[in-house]
């Protein structure tokens, strides 16, 4: 086994066609997919979440894919940590893996592996930030903490996001390092990563947006989210703030009609395309691809290889 152990990543904006090249490549490599997807964790949560399908998943092996029930909640750290004991697993048995997604923190965690969950909550202080952020202009206050104590974090961080900013000022407060300058850890990381993004045109990515979205409402999101709080999954659930979930919830109450509900959702994807471009400009270690470019994918496996 080489010192480092190779991973390979495939990354970009949603809708910017990720799933079907990675499952082309990882098929004809032999290799496993883990995915670096912060919803597709979570089970019984389909349509909202693109999760590959059974038949993509007997294609090829996928990793952190329904790992957990929407009631729980799933820290960045835990990500990390499972995902690390995933590639030594394979390492070990001589097989790779390709890490496929979009989630920016997930990503950084990876690469980056820092001690950004490592301090303790505390559940007081943590119940007083819920509480302030329970309207528009709490979320506002609670940011405004956020950009006092950090204001890297904060630039990053949506004023949407009440659940990473909530933790980010419980982390700089708990030990008086800014979340942004946690130390990381001593010893070098054992990974070695390559990292593929892809890109596309901002007007054609945004139609794909608004096209994938009209999708999963025929496909039924409504009554998925529907049948997640019939079963009791909380509307506060971590996994309820998902975009489409916590979109659709006022929908199925009766509060907004399905296409009200589908361009708010359309809107806050094309908005989280944004970050995630934004994200990944600086990483500079991140190669662009074109994902219209047709060779494309036979560039990716040079890459990759």
Known sequence: MPDKIRCRVLTGPTGAGKTELALRIAEENRWDIICMDSMQIYRRMDIGTAKPTKEEQTRVTHHMVDIIEPEASFSVSQYRDQAEAIIRELAKAGR????????????????????????????????ELKRLAETEEGKKALHSILETLDPQTAERLPIN????TIRAIEVTENTGIPFSRQPAREEDSPFEWTMVSLTMEREKLYRRINQRVTRMIELGLKEEVAGLLRDGVPEDAQSMSGIGYRQMIPCVHGETSTEEAAEEIRLASRHYAKR?????????????????DPGTEQKMKEVMR
């Open 161 to 164: 996001d009440v659940r990473r």
């Open 96 to 127: 790779e893996a390709l890490f496929v997604g979009g989630t920016g923190l997930y990503l950084e965690a990876m690469i980056h592996p820092m001690a950004m969950g490592s301090a303790p909550a505390n559940p007081e202080r943590r119940a």
């Open 276 to 292: 995630q471009m934004t994200f990944l400009r600086r990483i500079p270690e991140v190669i662009y691809l074109d994902a219209e």
